[in-house]
């Protein structure tokens, strides 16, 4: 599956943004679906995760309370919902597939399927 990132942007601390994923095939039902995060020079983080029909999330402490994932699978998209932005959140945000943990994973070896990035710039 081809996954498609978007929705990113220059934002000032406090504001909202929305990333969207777009997945090529209409399957996307059958993947758990991650956000992961990464600044310049760090490590990709665990951002959040979804079961396949939505019924589970999963957070980064780091976000609890403030972003929140949803899907729609019949358009096979996967949202991010930034509230809240702070400088700190700054990355390049990048959604991810698995097909076998339901999304109940924050390691990034565990999902197989990965799109481009798109970037999330917040100004303090």
């Known amino acids: 599956v081809q996954l498609q990132a978007s929705g990113g942007g220059l934002v000032q601390a406090g504001d909202s943004l929305r990333l969207s994923c777009v997945a090529s095939?209409?399957?996307?039902?059958?993947?758990?679906m991650g956000w992961f995060r990464q600044a310049p020079g760090m490590e990709r983080e665990f951002v959040a995760a979804?079961?396949?029909?939505?019924?589970?999330?999963y957070y980064a402490d780091s976000v609890k309370g403030r972003f929140t994932i949803s899907r729609d699978n019949a358009k096979s998209t996967v949202y991010l919902q930034l509230n809240s932005l702070k400088p700190e959140d700054a990355a390049v945000y990048y959604c991810?597939?698995?097909?076998?943990?339901?999304?109940?994973?924050?390691?990034?070896?565990?999902?197989?399927?990965w799109g481009q990035g798109t970037l999330v710039t917040v100004s303090s």
């Open positions: 991810a597939a698995d097909t076998y943990y339901d999304g109940s994973s924050s390691r990034r070896g565990s999902y197989d399927y």
């Open positions: 095939r209409r399957t996307v039902s059958s993947y758990g």
């Open positions: 979804i079961s396949k029909t939505g019924g589970s999330t």
